[in-house]
């Protein structure tokens, strides 16, 4: 069973669509990274997923039930935009007003639970004001937490953290999905962070499903390249650019893609007189397997 299908799913606004017939699957027990640039469509879908806009036509169903389902809607968690939370007020009550809100049976217990889960417990009594944005998100995090969700929907959660907030944040994504059965839909622009944790990919662009894959299938498919630094990068890349098919210079080295053998690389440049300092194997990440992709789309 899947967490959510999504069949040609349109949102239009004016007669300009947001979201122009979308497909999309995300499996359950996923941590699906839902990318795109400004404007392209994710917040608006999360936001129908979500039950915040109505569709303009297709279909979205949660755990293989219609998106309205009452029982259903009760299983989704969200945290879009920001949490909502009364500045003057402490991080505990915050959650109470929401756990009142949503009617759940033993709030106090609730509230401890999910404070471990986003390792608040000892920030209970923090006015909500005086909180740093890491922590303002993960108590929206909280707050989405709040009745055991199966399904967790996040709107750039981890935009603007520090290098320490951005590592507590994957932590505890990673954490929900693995020991509390929860699928989590998160959408990002710093696709480093997000390549660290995701285990599926849907691209969005102009409001339509560029492409859905799995990390596992996305490393398979990425491009092998060798990175050699030379004292003479110009002279260095017209002597391998004569050799090999693919050949740029990007960030003070010179990449070869699609090439195993580094040893003929580096035969290559010594027989034109050049010393290699450096030289490296590697393969293209998240970041630049999308500028990629997006590259080959406007062509």
């Given amino acids: 069973m899947n967490a959510i299908e999504i069949r040609n799913l349109s949102k239009s606004f004016k007669g300009l669509y947001a979201v ?64 909502g939370c009364f500045p003057a007020s402490s991080v505990w009550d915050n959650l109470m007003m929401q756990a009142i809100n949503l009617g759940l049976e033993n709030p106090a217990q609730e509230i401890e639970r999910v404070l471990k889960i986003v390792r608040m417990e000892d920030s209970a009594k923090i006015k909500f004001k005086s909180c740093s944005l890491g922590m303002k998100q993960r108590i929206g995090i909280a707050m989405a937490l709040l009745g055991e969700p199966a399904l967790l929907i996040l709107d750039e959660p981890i935009n603007g953290l520090d290098a320490d907030g951005m590592r507590i944040m994957r932590e505890i994504l990673v954490d929900i999905t693995k020991n509390y059965n929860c699928t989590v839909l998160i959408s ?86 050049h010393v290699v300092s450096e030289i490296t194997k590697n393969k293209i990440g998240l970041e630049e397997y999308y500028i990629e992709l997006m590259s080959k789309k406007e062509k």
């Avoid at 409001?207 to 990068?233: C, H, P, W, Y």
């Avoid at 110009?234 to 090999?244: P, Q, Y």
Wanted: net charge neutral.
């Fill in 188 to 273: 990002s622009h710093i696709l480093g962070e997000l390549e660290k944790i995701a285990t599926h990919y849907g691209i969005i662009r102009q409001g339509k499903m560029i492409q859905e894959i799995s990390a596992k299938d996305m490393e398979a498919r990425a491009r092998v390249f060798t990175s050699v630094k030379t004292k003479n990068l110009n002279e260095a890349k017209k002597v391998l650019s004569k050799k090999f098919k693919d050949v740029r210079e990007e960030d003070g080295y010179i990449r070869i893609y699609d090439v195993d053998n580094t040893e003929h690389i580096v035969e290559e440049l010594i027989k034109a007189g």
């Fill in 20 to 83: 122009d017939h979308l497909n999309m699957t995300v499996p359950v027990g996923s941590i699906y990274g839902f990318i795109g640039e400004n404007g392209s469509g994710k917040s608006t879908t999360e936001k129908l997923i979500c039950g915040h806009l109505v569709p303009t036509d297709g279909e979205i169903k949660l755990f293989g039930k219609p998106y309205t389902d009452a029982g259903v809607r009760a299983k989704v968690g969200a945290l879009i935009e920001n949490a």
